[in-house]
């Protein structure tokens, strides 16, 4: 399990660096599933603010510092009422839920995108905070919901992939924050060999990343975030329904 949660994380660096958002989504199903729905959350939010840093110092030239502001207030939102509703669900319930949401959400999308583009308004990127921060409190997964504004609004790759960097580290901070307060038996953890194994693997997925994303396309890059949140989706789904 550990080789296969190594594994994960290795693939997950490589896709934060080449779509901005793949960590969660590669890592979080095995994460989740070897300390648990709440300590997994803890541990996948950690290990995603390490991998966004990383990233950031790579790429924080093209960081888009107004939609980043943007963003924040309603993901904090998104954090509380995805928090409070953990509290509440059986977590299985919860990551089903978190799952459903994001298909709906890439359905939804890719059908208004055959109709127009949309553009990338206050209302519509508040809307993708709350429901990024709401669904990365619930089951570790915030990506996501900003796949779906990429698509609608055909957000710039480049872009797109460096400002979702700093916007991972500070709703992954407060996120952990939160669900330490609410439940600070979520703070269990891996062994310091497993911590070790990680971190290592982090630094070479990133490193490979930068070397995969100097050839892939825009285009190439849209369709595997949109690949990479049904993925993630599926999983998490999966995942939720198995511990039922």
């Known amino acids: 399990m550990t080789v296969a949660l190594v594994l994960a994380v290795l693939v997950g660096a490589v896709m934060q660096r080449v779509t901005g958002m793949g960590f969660a989504l590669v890592s979080s199903p095995f994460v989740i599933l070897v300390l648990g729905p709440a300590a997994g959350v803890v541990v996948i939010n950690v290990l995603g603010i390490a991998a966004s840093l990383i990233v950031l110092g790579r790429v924080r030239?093209?960081?888009?510092?107004?939609?980043?502001?943007r963003l924040l207030p309603g993901a904090l939102v998104g954090i509380g009422a995805g928090t409070a509703l953990a509290a509440v669900l059986a977590p299985q319930w919860a990551q089903i839920l978190a799952g459903a949401l994001i298909l709906l959400g890439l359905i939804g999308s890719a059908v208004v995108v055959r109709a127009r583009t949309l553009?990338?308004?206050?209302g519509l990127v508040t809307a993708s905070g709350v429901a990024s921060g709401a669904m990365g409190a619930l089951a570790g997964?915030?990506?996501p919901a900003m796949a779906v504004l990429s698509v609608l609004t055909r957000w710039d790759h480049v872009r797109f992939a460096a400002t979702l960097q700093p916007y991972f580290v500070v709703i992954g901070v407060?996120?952990?924050a939160v669900r330490l307060v609410v439940e600070p038996t979520a703070a269990?953890?891996?062994?310091?060999p497993t911590w070790a194994s990680i971190a290592?693997?982090?630094?070479?997925?990133?490193?490979?990343?930068?070397?995969?994303a100097r050839w892939l396309t825009a285009v190439a890059a849209r369709r595997l975030i949109v690949a990479l949140a049904a993925a993630g989706a599926l999983a998490t789904i999966a995942d939720g329904a198995a511990r039922l």
Not at 61 to 69: H, L, Q, R, S
Request: charged letters at 10%; hydrophobic letters at 50%; glycine letters at 22%.
């Open 61 to 69: 030239a093209d960081v888009e510092w107004g939609t980043f502001g």
């Open 119 to 122: 553009p990338r308004s206050t």
């Open 141 to 143: 997964v915030g990506g």
């Open 174 to 176: 407060v996120t952990v």
């Open 188 to 192: 269990g953890g891996l062994s310091a």
């Open 200 to 212: 290592v693997a982090m630094l070479v997925g990133v490193a490979l990343g930068e070397l995969v």
